[in-house]
């Protein structure tokens, strides 16, 4: 309940005045007040560009749509990143579950989180799928959180491919963070099945101190084969933008495309430390 009048209270904030409502979240999560008047760290300078720069930003808008996303990718020459794609829906009604394999993962296209894994047909709660479905599908994301480039996208339901490695877990997931159409630094996430874990790397893969120490892993995170390859398509994809973060996936070698993120954890994320958010806040030139 808490949460919910949280969220409304924001959703209300949002639309009176967005740089208020801002304001308010990032102190809510971070325990700071944000400088947006000479932004200096990587939450504030990204709070500045959510703000004033991406909050009517068509191209924004249609990179951030987990469906209309895939016309710039394909714009872009890189076709054979895109995971298969089994559907695309304006209702959950209209989706035929006899046609689809055993594994896949449901998506809305407009938020964040809201996301589906079937693993086995044979045990998928269509019912409840169709209740979170619908309840995803009549939320306006972005209030909450000061996305107002969410709140453009025309909700839509995307059924994809499952992605998991030779053991059956998901692959681990590589966000490159992209400042000025150059890779500036590299997030692996790693251990989703038991609890997230985060490693943050340079380019030439030297590990950086950028996220609280219970945040990351005691495992190593070998360096990828093709890593000079999933820079190469990462600034592709980033050469028009301040600032985005390219999700992709590296499943036996073959890089996958998993989305462009221009507003990460609502820029406000609590797990920097004060030398991360700094040094991370450095590379980018608003």
Known sequence: MIKKIGKKFFEILTKISPKLSATFLYVYRTKEIPNLKNPQTFNEKTTWLKLYKYSDNDLVTMCADKY????????????????????VYNNFDDINFDMLPEKFVLKCTHG?????????????????????????????????????HYTKIKPKIIIEKYLCDEEGKMPIDYKFYCFNGKVGAILVCSEREKKLKLTYFDKFWNQKEYNKLNWGTATKISKPHNLAEMIKIAETLAGSFPFVRV????????????????????????YYTKYGDIELGKMLDI
Do not use: H, S
């Open 68 to 87: 209309e996303v895939r016309k710039y990718i394909k714009e872009k020459k890189l076709n054979n990143i895109l995971n298969e794609l089994y559907g």
């Open 112 to 148: 964040c989180a809201f996301n589906i894994i079937c693993n086995n047909k044979k045990d998928f709660d269509i019912e409840l799928a169709k209740k979170n479905i619908n309840k995803w599908m009549k939320e306006k994301y972005g209030y909450a959180t000061t996305e107002l």
């Open 247 to 270: 999700d992709l996936y590296n499943k036996q070698n073959d890089i996958i495309f998993g989305e462009l993120t221009f507003t990460p954890a609502c820029c406000c994320a609590p």
